[in-house]
């Protein structure tokens, strides 16, 4: 086994590798088009999606790659690695695995972490009939995140601003401006959209014809950027009751936004309200699994130099291509001792999900 050859250097050779390994296990993919783009060469864009398991089992786990768009080749190179080493043919009774790959083929193809409508997918699974959530403190922090250059007098001063706002209130206070999402700036960080996305409409879908009639729904989703370099954070999202069952799950280690255990800040609209939703029968056990890269200031530099490159910028620049660079190097440490730890601990929470599963009765 050569764990680093999971992995892959971009989101088409990412999509060859699942399919190829779907179909040397004899498994039928299911490939949903995003007819709203094309990737960062132009290729068709897709979330493929691969069931393992009964068609009528009552416990379905469900492992997915790339909400986060560049953050995907870290679960693509699990769900490949699974795979390949044929390790889910001896699942529980009455047990499926729903692979979901690619949830945001744009942003993995166009190393973003956003759609092709600039929407953070973490954020766009909400009522849009509803009042919307509201993050007034990101008001106070846009216009210093969108500098009108980014090496220039405009930049230094934004960069003057940030650095006395998180002297004055802190660091946690300024990440949770930042990343709490938004819905007021389409053209800002952590915009949560004005309307569902296609990957949310397509997700809901996937996971209604799955899903609808399981007792027991599980969710592992793969994310990368918060954290020291190759450790896994299980953060629980969904409702409060349900966090117990994830700390006996997955143990000690799990956090919660909500509890303030967690790295991440409170953040409405994640993906999860749309697979509870959509199958509503079920108990309901979602976890993000967040492995670490650089620094989280260095981290969030890359999303403003990225979002900056966007409205702002030259894609095709020396500049330009350097920000693409510092993305990708934020959110994937293509280093062979990173994909290993990202691989080790991913099979361990794999099994440890579907011991939890096996459980529920």
Same mark, same amino acid.
């Given at each position: 086994?050569?764990?680093?050859?999971?992995?892959?250097?971009?989101?088409?050779?990412?999509?060859?590798?699942?399919?190829?390994?779907?179909?040397?296990?004899?498994?039928?993919?299911?490939?949903?088009?995003?007819?709203?783009?094309?990737?960062?060469?132009?290729? &068709?864009?897709?979330?493929?999606?691969?069931?393992?398991?009964?068609?009528?089992?009552?416990?379905?786990?469900? $492992?997915?790659?790339?909400?986060?768009?560049?953050?995907?080749?870290?679960?693509?190179?699990?769900?490949?690695?699974?795979?390949?080493?044929?390790?889910?043919?001896?699942?529980?009774?009455?047990?499926?695995?729903?692979?979901?790959?690619?949830?945001?083929?744009?942003?993995?193809?166009?190393?973003?972490?956003?759609?092709?409508?600039?929407?953070?997918?973490?954020?766009?699974?909400?009522?849009?009939?509803?009042?919307?959530?509201?993050?007034?403190?990101?008001?106070?922090?846009?216009?210093?995140?969108?500098?009108?250059?980014?090496?220039?007098?405009?930049?230094?001063?934004?960069?003057?601003?940030?650095?006395?706002?998180?002297?004055?209130?802190?660091?946690?206070?300024?990440?949770?401006?930042?990343?709490?999402?938004?819905?007021?700036?389409?053209?800002?960080?952590?915009?949560?959209?004005?309307?569902?996305?296609?990957?949310?409409?397509? $997700?809901?879908?996937?996971?209604?014809?799955?899903?609808?009639?399981?007792?027991?729904?599980?969710?592992?989703?793969?994310?990368?950027?918060?954290?020291?370099?190759?450790?896994?954070?299980?953060?629980?999202?969904?409702?409060?009751?349900?966090?117990?069952?994830?700390?006996?799950?997955?143990?000690?280690?799990?956090?919660?936004?909500?509890?303030?255990?967690?790295?991440?800040?409170?953040?409405?609209?994640?993906?999860?309200?749309?697979?509870?939703?959509?199958?509503?029968?079920?108990?309901?056990?979602?976890?993000?699994?967040?492995?670490?890269?650089?620094?989280?200031?260095?981290?969030?530099?890359?999303?403003?130099?990225?979002?900056?490159?966007?409205?702002?910028?030259?894609?095709?620049?020396?500049?330009?291509?350097?920000?693409?660079?510092?993305?990708?190097?934020?959110?994937?440490?293509?280093?062979? &001792?990173?994909?290993?730890?990202?691989?080790?601990?991913?099979?361990?929470?794999?099994?440890?999900?579907?011991?939890?599963?096996?459980?529920?009765?």
């Amino acid at each position: 086994m050569n764990i680093p050859d999971f992995f892959s250097a971009n989101y088409a050779e990412a999509r060859t590798k699942f399919l190829s390994a779907c179909e040397n296990r004899g498994l039928t993919v299911e490939s949903h088009l995003n007819d709203t783009a094309k990737g960062a060469n132009g290729e &068709d864009l897709y979330m493929d999606v691969v069931r393992i398991g009964p068609k009528t089992a009552s416990k379905i786990l469900i $492992l997915s790659s790339a909400t986060h768009g560049v953050e995907g080749f870290c679960g693509s190179g699990v769900q490949v690695g699974m795979l390949t080493e044929n390790m889910l043919t001896l699942l529980p009774d009455d047990t499926a695995v729903l692979m979901i790959h690619a949830i945001n083929p744009h942003g993995f193809s166009h190393l973003r972490r956003v759609n092709e409508d600039n929407v953070d997918l973490n954020r766009n699974f909400l009522d849009f009939d509803a009042p919307l959530p509201e993050n007034p403190d990101y008001a106070d922090v846009h216009h210093m995140l969108l500098p009108d250059d980014w090496e220039g007098t405009s930049f230094e001063a934004a960069q003057a601003k940030i650095d006395d706002y998180i002297e004055e209130k802190g660091l946690s206070i300024f990440q949770a401006a930042v990343t709490g999402g938004q819905h007021i700036h389409d053209d800002g960080l952590f915009f949560g959209g004005f309307g569902p996305s296609w990957t949310n409409k397509t $997700l809901r879908a996937v996971v209604a014809i799955h899903a609808a009639d399981c007792k027991h729904l599980a969710m592992l989703d793969f994310h990368t950027g918060l954290g020291p370099y190759g450790y896994e954070e299980p953060i629980y999202v969904g409702d409060p009751a349900g966090l117990s069952r994830a700390l006996d799950w997955y143990g000690d280690d799990v956090t919660s936004p909500e509890a303030g255990t967690s790295s991440s800040a409170i953040v409405r609209g994640t993906i999860n309200y749309g697979i509870c939703e959509s199958a509503p029968k079920a108990s309901h056990t979602c976890v993000a699994l967040e492995y670490g890269t650089i620094p989280v200031l260095e981290v969030l530099e890359a999303l403003r130099a990225d979002n900056w490159l966007y409205i702002k910028g030259n894609l095709e620049s020396d500049q330009g291509k350097a920000i693409k660079k510092q993305v990708r190097d934020a959110f994937y440490c293509d280093a062979d &001792d990173w994909k290993e730890m990202i691989w080790k601990r991913g099979i361990s929470v794999i099994g440890m999900g579907l011991a939890g599963l096996e459980k529920e009765t």
